[in-house]
């Protein structure tokens, strides 16, 4: 099971940081991404990792922003997100996979339960 956590409410111009936690031990061997949903639309990749963390992947609308890291020894996966902007608020997810990243919901195999991020103008 994943657990995202860190959600909140933030003004424009401000900062969060998410995490998303695997009580496993094959979190190290995982792919990670993120992903958001904002009310009446769909799910849509934001940034995602190799499991190394040496390679890492961001959608245009988020790049230069956020930034994607790991710390396998805490089985844990941040999202900093810098610049918010009201366009950035939905329900952040994190999920995992085996083998490499992807941009597609469909391919990846866990899913946490998500954190509300909320950024006010």
């Known amino acids: 099971q994943l657990q995202a956590s860190g959600g909140g409410l933030v003004q424009a111009g401000g900062s969060l940081r998410l995490s998303c936690a695997q009580s496993g031990r094959t979190f190290s061997t995982l792919a990670v991404g993120w992903f958001r949903q904002a009310p009446g639309k769909e799910r849509e990749f934001a940034a995602a990792?190799?499991?190394?963390?040496?390679?890492?992947y961001y959608a245009d609308s988020v790049r230069g922003r956020f930034t994607i890291s790991r710390d396998n020894a805490k089985n844990t996966v941040y999202l900093q997100m810098n610049s918010l902007k009201p366009e950035d608020t939905a329900v952040y997810y994190c999920?995992?996979?085996?083998?490499?990243?992807?941009?597609?919901?469909?391919?990846?195999?866990?899913w946490g339960q998500g954190t509300q991020v909320t950024v006010s103008s």
């Open positions: 990792i190799t499991w190394s963390g040496g390679s890492t």
């Open positions: 999920a995992a996979r085996r083998g490499r990243t992807s941009t597609r919901t469909l391919d990846y195999d866990y």
